[in-house]
């Protein structure tokens, strides 16, 4: 299966709200023939881009390839919530990695948010950053853990921004029957993730950086690209790829899986919006099957919702996400859905970042799960780094544990399936 082409069209913008709200830059002409530069890039997303634009400001010569358009990946048709930490909350890294570690990939984490939020500044400010991140329980028995991670984080890591909300709390932040408590984190933030990519493209292009897109990798042999029409001739490649690897390097592919998600957009909402989220943070539940939401800048509310297990889409996404977005808010049961999109991430077994050097002079991150935004940004510039010969941050995320999927390529789209579908079972009770 061709995760490339199997859902999008070729040359164009997947089609979203973001998309229709957003000024691409280029367009960007195909590589060709005989390119020689000190770094190839290859994805025209976070990672890749933030890659390109430091590499580039170090003083490197830079050509970046995007298989199809800049920004038609994850990273421009996310759900736009940019969150503390890693993917895997404090308490359960310290028991992973240990304390110190744990202590670090938080340090980690800040930074990222910290740098993303400089860096959509410096692009113009148009991508919105607005603060605050709910995570929302869907059970009363979650109550405790919620009150605990509040108190673990200000003791322990010194973190004053995020807080415990009670049930009354909880339901006056956010209109809905169905959550019982939860923690405010003002740490985080959200933003229109495809004015931010293309922010960075722009940044890239002022920096020197050259850009092509419609130019798929089709081979890496040693340190030279091939696509269709070209050969890029490198002394090191950035791969930024992803849940858009297409499994075509086993290396990644055995610790990065691929699996869609899906959001929709509403009519613009007017003076309900408020009596669904009141003030305007974003929204994140504690579903194993995540449920995530946030108001847009029009008042509009973006849900992302549901699971895929085969690389296709659904015929009907509305459809799919209008079922969640529902059972969390049926006072919406009236409201138009506008926009339905979807998009592949890249999960891994741990849900922790995929660093790696996958043969001498390729690196790599992906496998974000989720949590890509502020790690892919900074990830991009940690692989810039390791490409300067500054491998510390690299080096630390490249030693977390990276445990592959059973079942190899093939077998491991049933086995998600039949533990995703045990998952949501258990979010029912």
């Known amino acids: ?41 290859v994805g025209g997303g976070f990672t890749g881009l933030s890659a390109a634009l430091h590499a580039a400001r170090a003083g490197h010569s830079v050509v970046l390839i995007e298989a199809n358009r800049i920004g038609s990946g994850a990273s421009g048709r996310n759900g736009g919530q940019v969150g503390t930490g890693q993917r895997v909350e404090q308490p359960a890294l310290e028991k992973l990695v240990g304390r110190d570690d744990a202590r670090k990939l938080w340090q980690i984490g800040l930074e990222a948010v910290a740098l993303t939020r ?10 919105g950053w607005s603060p605050g991140i709910l995570h929302a329980d869907h059970r009363p028995r ?23 909300l009670g049930r009354e709390e909880i339901r006056h932040e956010v209109g809905s029957p169905g959550y019982h408590s939860g923690t405010l984190d003002m740490g985080g933030a959200h933003l229109h993730p495809l004015r931010y990519v ?24 040693g340190t030279t690209v091939v696509t269709p029409r070209a050969r890029i001739r490198a002394g090191t490649v950035v791969l930024g790829l992803n849940g858009y690897h297409d499994n075509a390097l086993p290396a990644l592919a055995r610790r990065v899986m691929p699996i869609n ?18 003030n305007g943070h974003a929204v994140c539940d504690s579903r194993f099957v995540i449920n995530y939401f946030r108001l847009s800048q029009d ?5 992302g919702g549901g699971e895929s297990y085969g690389y296709r889409f659904p015929s009907d996404i509305a459809a799919k996400v209008r079922r969640p977005m ?14 339905a999109w979807g998009g592949t991430l890249g999960i891994t077994m741990q849900r922790l970042p995929h660093f790696a050097e996958l043969a001498p002079g390729v690196f790599s991150a992906s496998g974000f799960s989720g949590h890509g935004i502020a ?6 510039r940690m692989l810039a780094e390791a490409v300067g010969g500054r491998r510390g941050g690299f080096e630390l995320m490249a030693g977390l544990p990276a445990t592959k999927f059973p079942g190899g390529v093939l077998l491991r789209e049933p086995l998600l399936a039949a533990a995703m579908t045990w998952y949501a079972l258990r979010d029912r009770f």
């Open 118 to 127: 400089a860096l959509a500044e410096e692009a113009g400010g148009d991508a």
């Open 375 to 380: 790690m892919g940004t900074l990830a991009g």
């Open 1 to 41: 299966m061709d995760i490339l082409r199997v859902n999008d069209p070729e040359g164009e913008l997947p089609r979203s709200w973001y998309a229709e709200t957003a000024h691409p830059p280029g367009p960007f002409d195909p590589a060709e023939g005989e390119i020689v530069a000190d770094v190839a890039v």
């Open 198 to 221: 293309f922010g960075l493209a722009r940044l890239c292009r002022a920096a020197g950086v050259t850009i092509h897109e419609q130019s798929r990798m089709t081979a890496i042999e």
């Open 261 to 278: 998600n899906f959001i929709a957009a509403t009519e613009p909402l007017g003076d309900r919006a408020a009596q669904v989220i009141r």
């Open 142 to 164: 979650l109550a405790a853990e919620s009150r605990a991670h509040a108190d673990h984080m200000a003791r322990h890591y010194g973190y004053e921004l995020i807080r415990y």
């Open 299 to 303: 008042g509009r509310l973006l849900f």
């Open 326 to 339: 529902l059972q969390v808010f049926p006072q919406l049961r009236d409201v138009a859905i506008t926009h």
